[in-house]
């Protein structure tokens, strides 16, 4: 994932207030579950020494309603002067709810969101037309949905034999291969503004697999066909929703198991991928990393002391705190070297390098470890 909007708030002079709590109104005592939280999580900043207008703002802010259904998480970062960043994100997560002040911001909560994001498209069509919707995640609301009706006339084939049958026959396919066109221009459009990975198709046999074909090589998505769901009445939409989590967590595994591949060749080779908490510190120093890999909960349960590797970029109160959760201190010197970060989760099975490394990797724009061609002759 991009982390220009950490980056966005490391622009602005520290210490950080950070929260990530739940925000969730789903059920009955939702409010004063909310409430309960608000006045724990005020009381440790206050117990930190914030004070006066910054927290009433916070406190509006956690108690303000976000509209949206199921689990709801809201990440909140403030300087003294301001809020710098204020994100709420709906869908399930197991990460801890938040509460810190200090010399950087505290993200984990909030990336293990982002990153856990899959964007898709969920497309029911049928030979008229089609309903699409663009999800963020799995367990969200649509972000955007629309319909698309094409021409009815024509669409139905006559009967075999039929004197005019071959003349009618036709013009149906053109109407369906039409219709097909029009659902497919929609989608693109649509695709532009959200850049879903995987668009989810189901309904009428003929239409999804017209449909498919013509987004066959789109870039930047994969195209997948589903039996369940679809336009018709009666059409099951909780199969519909088991088949989608279903290719979704297929795609998120492969998604992983491209990526511990790719750490264990570079790690085979030695070249390209490095483990370590300090190793990777020092290649931000150098501006090698390209990629940071963490398994999160791992490396927040290390430290990094800027002190010991110089030139590390971070806010100038960070270089000089002493020890600090490992996961701040990298996130943090990746969004200032313009590196992105990727996770893996917590529990799949690591490359033995990677796991005796504190649950740091980082993959290199380029590696001075690797003999140059001159030393090769």
Same mark, same amino acid.
């Given at each position: 994932?991009? !982390?220009?909007?950490?980056?966005?708030?490391?622009?602005? $002079?520290?210490?950080?207030?950070?929260?990530?709590?739940?925000?969730?109104?789903?059920?009955?005592?939702?409010?004063?579950?909310?409430?309960?939280?608000?006045?724990?999580?005020?009381?440790?900043?206050?117990?930190?020494?914030?004070?006066?207008?910054?927290?009433?703002?916070?406190?509006?802010?956690?108690?303000?309603?976000?509209? !949206?259904?199921?689990?709801?998480?809201?990440?909140?970062?403030?300087?003294?002067?301001?809020?710098?960043?204020?994100?709420?994100?709906?869908?399930? =997560?197991?990460?801890?709810?938040?509460?810190?002040?200090?010399?950087?911001?505290?993200?984990?909560?909030?990336?293990?969101?982002?990153?856990?994001?899959?964007?898709?498209?969920?497309?029911?069509?049928?030979?008229?037309?089609?309903?699409?919707?663009?999800?963020?995640?799995?367990?969200?609301?649509?972000?955007?949905? =629309?319909?698309?009706?094409?021409?009815?006339?024509?669409?139905?084939?006559?009967?075999?034999?039929?004197?005019?049958?071959?003349?009618?026959?036709?013009?149906?396919?053109? =109407?369906?291969?039409?219709?097909?066109?029009?659902?497919?221009?929609?989608?693109?459009?649509?695709?532009?503004?959200?850049?879903?990975?995987?668009?989810?198709?189901?309904?009428?046999?003929?239409?999804?697999?017209?449909?498919?074909?013509?987004?066959?090589?789109?870039?930047?998505?994969?195209?997948?066909?589903?039996?369940?769901?679809?336009?018709?009445? #009666?059409?099951?939409?909780?199969?519909?929703?088991?088949?989608?989590?279903?290719?979704?967590?297929?795609?998120?595994?492969?998604?992983?198991?491209?990526?511990?591949?790719?750490?264990?060749?570079?790690?085979?080779?030695?070249? #390209?991928?490095?483990?370590?908490?300090?190793?990777?510190?020092?290649?931000?120093?150098?501006?090698?990393?390209?990629?940071?890999?963490?398994?999160?909960?791992?490396?927040?349960?290390?430290?990094? =002391?800027?002190?010991?590797?110089?030139?590390?970029?971070?806010?100038?109160?960070?270089?000089?705190?002493?020890?600090? $959760?490992?996961?701040?201190?990298?996130?943090?010197?990746?969004?200032?070297?313009?590196?992105?970060?990727? !996770?893996?989760?917590?529990?799949?099975?690591?490359?033995?390098?990677?796991?005796?490394?504190?649950?740091?990797?980082?993959?290199?724009?380029?590696?001075?470890?690797? $003999?140059?061609?001159?030393?090769?002759?």
């Amino acid at each position: 994932m991009d !982390l220009q909007q950490v980056r966005n708030v490391l622009d602005q $002079p520290g210490p950080y207030v950070s929260l990530h709590l739940d925000v969730s109104r789903d059920t009955e005592d939702a409010r004063q579950q909310l409430t309960s939280r608000w006045t724990r999580a005020r009381h440790e900043l206050e117990h930190q020494g914030i004070t006066g207008s910054l927290l009433d703002e916070l406190e509006e802010r956690v108690q303000e309603v976000t509209h !949206l259904p199921g689990q709801v998480r809201r990440t909140i970062v403030a300087t003294p002067e301001r809020v710098v960043l204020d994100d709420v994100r709906g869908g399930d =997560t197991t990460w801890p709810e938040t509460v810190t002040v200090g010399p950087l911001p505290d993200v984990a909560g909030w990336i293990s969101m982002v990153d856990g994001e899959f964007p898709f498209a969920l497309v029911r069509t049928d030979r008229v037309g089609a309903d699409i919707e663009v999800y963020v995640a799995s367990g969200t609301h649509a972000a955007e949905t =629309t319909t698309v009706e094409g021409d009815t006339f024509d669409v139905t084939k006559l009967p075999q034999g039929d004197w005019q049958h071959d003349k009618y026959q036709q013009r149906a396919e053109n =109407t369906w291969e039409a219709n097909a066109k029009l659902v497919a221009d929609q989608l693109r459009e649509m695709s532009a503004r959200h850049r879903p990975r995987l668009v989810v198709v189901c309904g009428d046999v003929r239409a999804r697999s017209e449909l498919a074909q013509l987004l066959d090589g789109q870039p930047g998505s994969t195209v997948v066909t589903v039996e369940s769901g679809g336009r018709a009445a #009666g059409t099951s939409d909780e199969a519909l929703w088991a088949d989608v989590r279903r290719v979704l967590d297929e795609h998120r595994a492969h998604q992983t198991a491209d990526l511990l591949q790719e750490l264990a060749r570079g790690a085979a080779t030695g070249e #390209g991928v490095i483990t370590g908490v300090d190793r990777v510190a020092d290649a931000f120093v150098k501006g090698e990393v390209e990629r940071l890999v963490l398994d999160l909960e791992d490396a927040r349960e290390t430290t990094v =002391t800027a002190a010991d590797h110089p030139g590390l970029a971070l806010p100038e109160p960070a270089l000089a705190a002493g020890a600090l $959760p490992a996961d701040q201190v990298l996130v943090a010197a990746a969004a200032l070297t313009s590196a992105s970060v990727s !996770l893996l989760p917590h529990e799949v099975a690591l490359p033995q390098e990677f796991a005796l490394a504190n649950g740091v990797a980082a993959t290199l724009r380029w590696d001075d470890r690797a $003999p140059r061609r001159d030393d090769q002759v």
